[in-house]
């Protein structure tokens, strides 16, 4: 904000003045009326309501002290815009969020024992490497004194931690005598590799401990409601007899919790829960309702195809029905994967080749031609199922490019100029197209079905690495705002080649041409501690840039970041799909699963696991065989990943 | 070998061809001995023998071939070299790593099938890349266009899933468009954190799996053989009654198999067998001899101090007794704390000051006085007995120290000149001390503990990543020797600047001072391996160096290292911490322990589990409590760890 007095300047001022005293206000209003609707009691007692009040006053407070400074031509910090993150940490909807930042909190006391060792770790070694090259008159490559000052050491010694400035560190040493290289791989792998493991170990560990015991609470609070729910629901058939709960009153309760449940998928849950025929279940079987619930079968009626009862003589045809399988034959997917690398290859040719740029509409054809194909032959009901990804994802890949193509086309043939942008996202969707190849390959499906089945969890750690890198990017904002500028290519400004500050003047980081990494707006600092998280160069940035035209002690605020963002969170996403892929490795079902697998088996209909419906044979001879039933395996694992991965429990 | 014709040259090739041959002719005397020793059709039986025929019929092909070249003046490649570390895994001693490459093999189908995909996903980003960025002219820092072509950019994305050429690959797109960025941002993601954690997950799995099913037969191996040695020693105590061993013959096996085992110990492990008091014990009971022997138990006999039986009066007095107290009490632990964090200032402070030189001399004898002490207080054999590390490692640093200290100071009045490499010695020891003040912390003492107790397997994991290293420095020994020199530091060759090689100057491996990084010998290949296992700047090693020397095709080496090294081999290795780490949080001890355990207990004995024996106070005055117990905990995960480890079971 050096542009006070300007015009512009303060009309942009009071623009985002006036947005956040408009957020200030529906959050307080959201409270407000939230208090008003739950009990006094409650409400003061939770304390998620008493933070909201805290940052929100907070928030006030800030924004008079801002403006007033401001209306007086003094400078501000606005420091409140570190807490509004934990506004989104505390709404009821962050529920997700705040579990995962309760289980890091309550596994930072381990982790912290583990890195006061580590810490430790690096001052011995700093010492001895003091001790053993301080004194040798050795040089770094620009002629400063090498392994000289204790502070100097401990950190290259951190940032050697994270492997940025290897082998660099080490040149010196290891040019003027063979034997301290032993020093350098002694400490990466004590430091590097088995600290940076036992971190992941217990960050794994303590995590994984704290929100199994989540789990459990919530298991249990399940249990309760449930119990709670068979007093209300229950009768006493005889005199003496254990109470129990009638199918009339259970159909009427799972009528009313799940009224899209079909009548043939009720039926069954009724008969593996009351496994008897005795018309009546008692506790223990009613207790099991939310879990028998909770497993998901995916009933796929064999409907007569539209076209079928549209124009039967037509659909029945003898070239229809041989139509119908050539396209369910396995040749035909083949046909299909090689026409899909052929068309990789000529997307890696030229597009500027006439040739290549009218094959586009032939591949376009042929992919629109096996969607047709396939609706004719499948139940389009079917084929666009909730569970069919890879349907979906073709279809929706496909029209997008078609349209796409044709509004390119049409803009070039009218305008003789083609939009980039158009262009850029005709080509992205040509590529991702090609992806679909691997669902043809069993093993590939397995590894991409295990990674699209943990996206949801990596969604919700996705918001938990926004709050951290929010947070960052605040506090960077406030430190390093306008020290480093970017200047367009085009621009001839002198300025440009140290990023206009002087101070750059010369140094590595105007020379690699990082004048873009800076803190002067959010998306900037975003990006900045995306390439900060990949850790790679940070000690370049960090020494030749910030700290150059700010402070040597800037580096604070990069190691906090990479000990808070490297070590702490970027281990419990590494954990996460540890755990993702074990689960896959080693899944049980549960014992409920196992008997309704074995009620549906006695009743003749075929189960399926995994089932990719695209490839289902629609036996239709079989008149039995009107379900068949795809289960969602739930093990004490998949429960552990269902929490973080927002799927709730009917509680 | 450029130097043929020379004498020196020639006497050189003469020994080392000398060396290889002698030990050839050991190995193939090893064999034919073996050979002899062992029935003829086991010999042929087993791929060991078979294997190390081969390589050294090989290697001696190989020699005759490059001696006939080398005598006509052709060039000759030793390829063979590459085959010597399979000799030494496949010689009877190299059980472990056997077993450890075994697990590798069997492993690599599944991390294959993922690696596919990873290589597919890089593919598709490539093309994604190719199109969207190689038409809009941009360049790199250098003024080379930028990702125009395909092969370039597949291996630059590569690199970027090391992260080794983060942030620099993205700044001409970025600098271009704000959008581009995120491209990068979702590589990252996909590649190097998803699928870098789903190979950790792949490998860890697939390694432990293998690995149980080895321990599995090991243990299946030890119940045969136990059930054999049964039926060698079971008698039929009564007509029709089960056969049994009586404790006669128990008694004699145990002492022929374990000649070391105490009495007592005996005797406890027969009451755990013979639970009943039967004098006999049947085949189950038998069968859990091997496991019983395996449980360690360390007694604790409170043996009188020898000063006591030498003369009882002086170290029975009142003031022997007050120091024994005092040395026993926490507070001397304390006070010698705070003396090594005391030092650890001094150490950091300039030791040219004489007041400071001298000091070392008052550490050094507090040091020796506190070994004494805690000599005087505790029976020796005790304070050195096989479990105490820490006091094994006091004492052998600071004699050590005293040496070296000694050592130095007299060379030093002798001669006034002070050796270099004495002083180093001296320094690290010093430091080295200070590593016992975390022994203190509890807290730090179960981390250092679980590290201590996985060190034999880190030193298999030594052997294995030695014979992969091997053979990597041999074939880069073959390509790139002597294509890059190293010049002293005090050489004015203007060919220092260029690491005498034309090609390099002005590349950034030159300015960079990299040119000791080459694989002119063994020593300097390892330490370059080393640097290429850290990954970081192997981009930089790669291009700007042995990519310019010899030819563009060279990355393959690098990139094939890093395929095979990093993402197989050292993510065994951090499967490997994690796992003794979730051990160390989730033992359960086995029956057998409880039960030996419920004995001691039941015997009235005190059992402590890890009491470290620095820190037991013996009490004398409890008669009964001449044995202090301490359990070593045996799980199946412990079983598992113990393979790797090189702990043997009594088969």
Chains 1, 2 share one sequence.
């Not at 707006?521 to 960090?542: A, G, K, P, R």
Request: hydrophobic letters at 50%.
């Amino acid at each position: 904000w050096k542009c006070y007095g300007h015009v512009l300047c303060y009309v942009v001022f009071q623009a985002t003045m006036l947005v956040e005293i408009l957020c200030l206000l529906i959050f307080t209003i959201r409270v407000i009326h939230y208090a008003k609707v739950i009990l006094r009691d409650k409400f003061w007692k939770d304390p998620k309501n008493i933070c909201i009040i805290v940052i929100l006053t907070l928030t006030l407070v800030d924004m008079i002290i801002y403006g007033a400074l401001k209306a007086a031509n003094y400078y501000g910090v606005r420091w409140s815009r570190v807490l509004r993150p934990l506004l989104l940490v505390n709404v009821t909807e962050g529920r997700q969020l705040r579990r995962a930042f309760r289980s890091i909190r309550n596994a930072l006391p381990q982790i912290f024992y583990v890195f006061l060792l580590f810490m430790f770790s690096i001052l011995i070694f700093a010492l001895m490497a003091l001790k053993l090259l301080g004194k040798r008159g050795l040089t770094n490559i620009n002629g400063t004194p090498y392994f000289t000052s204790y502070l100097e050491i401990m950190f290259d010694l951190y940032v050697l931690v994270t492997t940025a400035n290897s082998p660099d560190v080490m040149m010196p040493a290891y040019n003027a005598n063979f034997f301290f290289a032993v020093f350098f791989i002694v400490y990466i792998l004590i430091n590097t590799y088995i600290f940076m493991s036992v971190f992941l170990a217990v960050v794994y560990n303590n995590y994984k401990k704290y929100l199994k015991e989540e789990v459990r609470q919530l298991v249990r609070a399940k249990r309760h409601k449930m119990v709670r729910a068979f007093g209300v629901l229950q009768e006493q058939r005889e005199e003496g007899g254990e109470p129990v709960v009638t199918q009339a009153s259970w159909n009427q309760l799972v009528r009313l919790v799940q009224p899209n449940l079909s009548n043939a998928h009720r039926e069954l849950l009724w008969s593996v829960s009351d496994d008897k025929n005795q018309g009546a279940i008692g506790k223990v079987a009613f207790v099991q309702l939310a879990d028998l619930l909770n497993i998901e079968i995916i009933t796929i009626k064999s409907r007569p195809h539209p076209l079928q009862s549209l124009c039967p003589s037509l659909y029945q045809s003898a070239p229809s029905k041989l139509l119908c399988q050539l396209v369910q034959h396995r040749a035909f997917v083949m046909v299909y994967d090689l026409i899909i690398l052929v068309n990789a290859v000529f997307i890696g040719l030229d597009e500027e080749n006439p040739m290549i740029a009218n094959s586009e509409w032939v591949f376009l054809a042929l992919y629109i031609l096996e969607i047709l194909l396939k609706l004719y032959v499948f139940e389009p009901r079917v084929f666009f199922s909730k569970h069919s990804f890879w349907n979906w994802f073709d279809t929706v890949i496909v029209i997008s490019a078609l349209i796409a193509t044709i509004v390119n086309s049409v803009m070039k043939s009218s305008s003789h100029f083609s939009s980039r942008q158009i262009l850029d996202i005709v080509f992205i969707l040509r590529v991702l197209r090609l992806i679909r190849v691997v669902d043809s390959i069993k093993r590939f499906r397995t590894i991409i079905n295990t990674l699209i089945r943990i996206g949801p969890a990596i969604l919700t750690f996705g918001q938990l690495i926004i709050v951290v890198y929010y947070i960052f990017a605040m506090v960077g904002m406030e430190l390093f705002k306008g020290k480093v500028t970017f200047y367009e290519q085009s621009s001839t400004d002198p300025a440009k080649a140290y990023c206009g500050n002087p101070l750059l003047n010369g140094t590595d980081f105007a020379k690699l041409n990082y004048c873009k990494n800076n803190f002067n707006d959010v998306v900037s600092s975003f990006i900045l501690l995306v390439e900060l998280t990949v850790v790679n160069q940070w000690h370049d940035i960090l020494y030749s840039g910030f700290a150059t035209v700010t402070h040597i002690s800037a580096r604070i605020f990069f190691v906090l970041f990479h000990v808070i963002v490297v070590i702490v969170i970027l281990n419990i996403f590494v954990a996460f799909v540890l755990e993702a892929f074990f689960v896959e490795y080693s899944v049980d079902k549960s014992d409920l699963q196992t008997s309704l697998e074995r009620k549906i088996e006695e009743l003749e209909l075929a189960v399926a696991q995994y089932v990719t419906l695209q490839r289902v044979v629609h036996t239709s001879s079989s008149s039995l065989a009107d379900l068949t039933l795809n289960f969602k395996i739930t093990s004490q694992h998949f429960l552990l990943l269902c929490v973080i991965a927002n799927c709730y429990y009917i509680l």
